[in-house]
């Protein structure tokens, strides 16, 4: 709640002539009548004609300086300050703080304070107190229209300092005691954000608690006391170490101010302030908080009535894309909780919407919601062939190798990197043959190829560990049960899967029923990622296809090297459970592969890049091999190996990902997807 500027005696005079006669005289009338509208849309007006450098919309007008002397400078400031409280128009503040700031300087330089007459001194008071109140809002609002340089902590520490020396400038009137306290609440609210500690929140209830005893008739006791209550809803967000006892207190005290506040409106049949918005807003950031702190998904259900408020006729850019991002996460939960699709699909709708507000730098990584936009979408593609669903794939894709290149990737989303790379490559291949796929489009363009070294150096990196998976991370399945009980019902996805199978099971013995089978196993992390579609009874109906059609042909190493290195993948893709089952059995692959390869090379028909591919399938499966049975001999094979094909040769122009096979193989019987 901005202050309003108290009458003031004009300032000293200029010269009387013109346009600034007329702004000059325009402001005395406004500040004698005690501030009436009308005479501030005349005072607006005259400074306009005048020049005050901005135009109506408040953007700068270029080559213009402003008001000609400190005195014209200032008044203009205050005349700007109080139309933006008017209107509450926020791009009238920075050109109010401008006026304000420069004025202030002016008048300052020119010994205002000094001055002998007390006119000249009262329009410097004016300009000190509001230009603080300016500052407080822009920080709010658009600190870089305050100093793009500084950083806001270094605003906030000025701001700070400002409001002690505006103080003794304040008269003991209510109104200005009420908004000195205040603005001084907001300051250290904002300090709070940047600085949790127990004595910033103390200071911010402080001064509102101060706010309150003023007595100030005209303030809003019930936004006053609000304000109070989202110090400690914030103070409940931001502890490192968060209290549940506080989550849940601080989420029924929001809740209850929102209640309060809606029932009043409606009593006096007016609109809710928007602070009721917040309000719900803090309400359903509280219960995932504490969702996520006692690892309770029914919390959801608790915040999804306050998301759903927060959201309700929001203009665009009320929300952060962190604020979007749990959103969506809630709505999606719940709505996999009630086995409703449509409901977990409006909350992948409002995940889209907060990965494309998402910003860094203020919300962080946004490994959570793009893990499950991807996971989902791409789920959900395998049921229905949406192409629309690929588009969000692609999305999510981009911010999670994003992350993962900045570093953001760590214990808790081991694998991610490569369910990313690996869902993305196939991505683009489905985009391209579909004729959808955009180059222009920065989603589409971060989709990765098959060559794509950094994501080979991503994967490498992971070898000492074998942490790599091509499951989504435990630490969504188990927070998001909801989620994924949507995703793992058959109904959507087992129609399509049950048609193609009896397709495949119709195809004569041969080489063409062979290559669906040697897809569909190279792809099956992807046809099936929750594991429920391809049974193990069908995926050894694969294998034993694929197997018959080698022993068929003992002399094509092309073809033998090929469906042994798949098979090997297979196996080891299937080894999920951590018991290393299967892993020597896909090492024997491995080997049918490399001699088979050995054959191709003799007759100049494979070199270096194939032997690379082969090479880092070796490293993922005996990496992994060596964690699940903790043999350091099989880890430091792995690693020597990772080695020589990070420094070979074929490295930088042909490298593949530990899931080449994927786009080289479609599970369409023709081939062409």
């Known amino acids: 709640m901005p202050p309003e500027p108290g009458p003031q005696p004009p300032g000293p005079a200029s010269a009387q002539t013109g346009a600034r006669a007329a702004a000059e005289a325009a402001y005395a009338d406004w500040v004698l009548s005690g501030g009436a509208a009308e005479r501030l849309d005349a005072a607006r007006d005259a400074f306009r004609a005048l020049g005050d450098g901005f135009h109506e919309d408040g953007t700068p007008v270029a080559g213009s300086d402003g008001p000609p002397t400190p005195a014209l400078r200032a008044m203009a400031g205050v005349v700007r300050y109080a139309a933006f409280e008017a209107a509450g128009e926020v791009a009238q503040l920075p050109p109010a703080w401008h ?66 020396e505006v103080g003794p400038l304040l008269a003991e009137d209510p109104a200005d005691r009420y908004r000195w306290h205040l603005g001084q609440g907001r300051l250290h609210r904002l300090r709070l954000t940047l600085h949790t500690t127990e004595e910033t929140r103390d200071r911010a209830l402080t001064h509102y608690r101060a706010a309150l005893d003023t007595g100030w008739e005209a303030a809003d006791r019930h936004w006053t006391a609000y304000l109070g209550a989202e110090i400690r809803a914030l103070w409940a967000l931001l502890r490192t170490t968060p209290d549940p006892g506080e989550l849940r207190a601080a989420a029924e005290e929001m809740s209850r101010f929102r209640e309060e506040h809606l029932a009043r409106s409606a009593q006096g049949g007016t609109p809710p302030e928007p602070w009721a918005r917040d309000a719900a807003t803090y309400a359903a950031q509280l219960h995932v908080r504490l969702w996520g702190v006692a690892q309770n998904p029914a919390q959801a259900e608790a915040a999804e009535p306050y998301v759903r408020a927060s959201l309700d006729g929001a203009p665009d850019g009320t929300h952060t894309g962190l604020q979007l991002g749990i959103f969506g996460q809630v709505l999606a939960e719940t709505g996999g909780r009630r086995s409703d699709p449509a409901a977990v699909d409006e909350g992948v709708a409002v995940l889209r919407r907060a990965l494309r507000r998402w910003q860094p730098e203020r919300d962080g990584p946004s490994l959570t919601p793009a893990a499950l936009i991807t996971s989902h979408q791409f789920a959900r593609y395998q049921g229905d062939q949406a192409v629309a669903r690929l588009h969000d794939v692609a999305l999510g894709v981009r911010h999670l190798l994003n992350a993962a290149e900045d570093g953001a990737v760590g214990a808790k989303y081991a694998g991610l990197s490569a369910f990313a790379g690996t869902v993305g490559m196939y991505c683009r291949k489905v985009l391209i043959a579909d004729g959808e796929f955009d180059p222009e489009n920065p989603d589409h363009a971060a989709l990765p190829e098959s060559g794509e070294t950094s994501l080979l150096g991503r994967l490498g990196d992971q070898v000492s560990d074998g942490s790599l998976t091509f499951t989504v991370p435990g630490a969504l399945t188990g927070l998001l049960p909801g989620v994924w009980h949507n995703l793992t019902d058959p109904a959507p996805g087992d129609a399509l899967m049950e048609s193609e199978l009896a397709r495949w099971r119709a195809m004569p013995t041969g080489r063409g029923r062979a290559e669906v089978a040697l897809g569909y196993l190279a792809m099956r992390p992807m046809v099936d990622p929750v594991g429920t579609r391809l049974p193990p009874e069908v995926v050894a109906e694969f294998f034993a296809c694929v197997r018959a059609e080698v022993e068929a042909r003992p002399d094509d190493p092309c073809w033998r090297r090929r469906a042994h290195g798949v098979l090997a993948f297979a196996l080891y893709s299937l080894d999920q459970d951590g018991t290393g089952q299967d892993l020597d059995a896909a090492m024997d692959h491995l080997e049918a592969a490399s001699r088979a390869l050995d054959e191709l090379t003799t007759r100049g028909e494979a070199g270096e890049r194939e032997r690379t591919d082969l090479n880092h399938l070796r490293v993922q499966i005996q990496g992994h091999l060596g964690r699940v049975r903790g043999s350091r001999d099989d880890l430091t094979a792995a690693r020597t190996l990772w080695q020589e094909v990070r420094d070979g040769p074929s490295f930088a122009p042909h490298i593949r990902s530990h899931l080449i096979w994927v786009t080289r193989y479609s599970v369409s019987h023709g081939g062409d997807r």
């Open 99 to 164: 006026l304000l700031d420069t004025g202030r300087a002016a008048l300052e330089a020119a010994g205002a304070d000094s001055a002998e007459d007390e006119e000249t001194r009262r329009l410097l008071r004016a300009c000190r107190v509001l230009r603080w109140h300016a500052l407080c809002l822009l920080l709010e609002e658009t600190p870089a229209a305050i100093d793009p340089a500084a950083s806001p902590d270094d605003l906030t520490a000025e701001a700070l300092r400002t409001a002690e």
